[in-house]
């Protein structure tokens, strides 16, 4: 069974950043696709940024373009995300997730990965 464990979540001021660190249990092409979801309580759970395992391929939503940067080591068999000018709006549970062999262009999609984290809380304070 594959686990994935988050790390690195906590409370941040406005505009400040934090990284974020995803471990994952095995490496194979049931974990090739990587990604970040958040969810805030009453809310639908938000795709934050996906990548491939060769991290040729990256999506990012528009909510966090530009300011937030997946990557991965494969070596290590951990997901990053480098949260940098973080807002009030990004105070979220993130969680990890994992699934198949490639991830599908466009926006993330809940159904695509069958494998998640438990989740850390990340709080920015204005």
């Known amino acids: 069974q594959v686990q994935l464990v988050e790390s690195g979540g906590g409370s941040v001021q406005a505009g400040g950043s934090l990284r974020l660190s995803c471990t994952v249990s095995?490496?194979?092409?049931?974990?090739?696709?990587m990604g970040w979801f958040r969810q805030v309580p009453g809310k639908e759970r938000e795709g934050v940024a996906s990548?491939?395992?060769?991290?040729?391929?990256?999506y990012y939503a528009d909510s966090v373009k530009g300011r937030f940067t997946i990557s991965r080591d494969n070596a290590k068999n951990t997901l990053y995300l480098q949260m940098n000018s973080v807002k009030p709006e990004d105070t979220a549970m993130y969680s990890c997730?994992?699934?198949?062999?490639?991830?599908?262009?466009?926006?993330?999609?809940?159904?695509?990965?069958?494998?998640w984290g438990q989740g850390t809380q990340v709080t920015v304070s204005s």
């Open positions: 997730a994992a699934g198949g062999s490639e991830c599908w262009p466009g926006a993330m999609v809940e159904g695509d990965f069958g494998y």
């Open positions: 095995e490496y194979t092409p049931r974990t090739y696709c």
């Open positions: 990548i491939d395992t060769r991290a040729a391929s990256r």
